[in-house]
């Protein structure tokens, strides 16, 4: 055995005692139209047996054996695959979308009879580009709905960066995502929202000036519109202070009026008892004046005449001087 199948046979001996050690598959990123080389990741040599097949759906592609290339009756892939002896590598040329997935590479060792198998993955993408900024507003409201999308590829992730004219600092992502919502005010004239739209090969930009799309004469400066909201917050709570007070007031003399209004109405009872016995005594004075004292007696009798019932009275006899 020769130097260079000795050095191999260590190579695949170790890579064999490191594999299946659960590692995720390597990963390739192809630029749709373009072309990608799908690596085999270990040293080969020109009498081991390889075959390249295509994970899902499973597809045999090619197969290296005894120095002789066969490629398999495929249609997707058909005058589209190289085969590269000297690394044992797969390259794909016209790369289309429908070619992203999994592959799986199948080396045989002559020197061992080992077998080895490496996963690839490949991921192929359209460039982005034609990316535009639509603006929708609310009628009626100074909020607009700024929506980024592209008109070709298949971006990953969207992000917008606000700008303000001769301010270097604000150059920086705001947000994630392909809408924004922004709220139009005077002071904001000069601010530029710029969105991105980007994936692993590619990128494309647009942006929008708030001064162009912003109804500015209908949007009052932020600092006035916040002004306002305290002024009117002030109000309601100085109104909600002197209710409070009103009805404090009216409780309390409301709860003093009712004790007042039991005495005047014992006061009028009194009244009426005093009434009672002052007819009385008009009835007792009546009577004195009808009765007449016997005549041809030496002795007045005055008298008091007993009160109603209820009352007491007394009889008094005075003797002549």
Request: charged content about 20%; proline content about 4%; aromatic content about 6%.
């Amino acid at each position: 055995m020769n130097t260079r199948h000795l050095l191999t046979s260590c190579w695949l001996t170790l890579c064999a005692s490191l594999s299946g050690t659960g590692a995720p598959p390597t990963t390739v990123t192809g630029t749709q139209g373009h072309s990608v080389s799908l690596p085999f990741g270990r040293p080969v040599s020109s009498d081991d047996e390889v075959y390249w097949i295509r994970v899902s759906p499973r597809n045999m592609i090619v197969k290296y054996l005894n120095g002789n290339i066969s490629y398999f009756s495929n249609e997707q892939y058909k005058n589209r695959i190289t085969y590269h002896p000297g690394n044992a590598g797969l390259e794909i040329h016209n790369l289309r979308r429908e070619d992203s997935g999994d592959y799986e590479v199948i080396c045989t060792a002559a020197s061992s009879g080992n077998e080895y198998k490496t996963t690839v993955r490949l991921e192929v993408y359209e460039p982005v580009s034609g990316a535009n900024i639509t603006v929708q507003n609310i009628t009626g409201t100074c909020n607009l709905t700024l929506t980024c999308s592209v008109t070709s590829g298949n971006p990953s992730r969207f992000s917008w960066k606000r700008e303000v004219t001769g301010d270097n600092s604000s150059h920086h992502i705001w947000k994630d995502g392909k809408t924004m919502q922004v709220d139009c005010t005077a002071e904001m004239e000069d601010v530029v929202y710029r969105c991105e739209a980007r994936n692993s090969i590619s990128e494309d930009t647009a942006q929008v000036r708030l001064g162009d799309v912003c109804n500015l004469d209908t949007c009052p400066p932020k600092t006035t519109a916040a002004l306002d909201s305290v002024m009117l917050m002030t109000v309601l709570s100085a109104v909600g202070t002197l209710l409070i007070f009103v009805v404090t007031v009216i409780l309390t003399v409301t709860r003093r009026r009712r004790p007042e209004g039991r005495e005047v109405t014992s006061g009028t009872e009194d009244q009426a008892e005093t009434g009672i016995i002052y007819t009385n005594l008009q009835r007792m004075q009546k009577n004195r004046s009808v009765w007449q004292p016997p005549k041809g007696n030496d002795r007045v009798m005055t008298d008091t005449l007993p009160l109603e019932r209820g009352h007491c009275g007394s009889l008094t006899l005075l003797g002549a001087d």
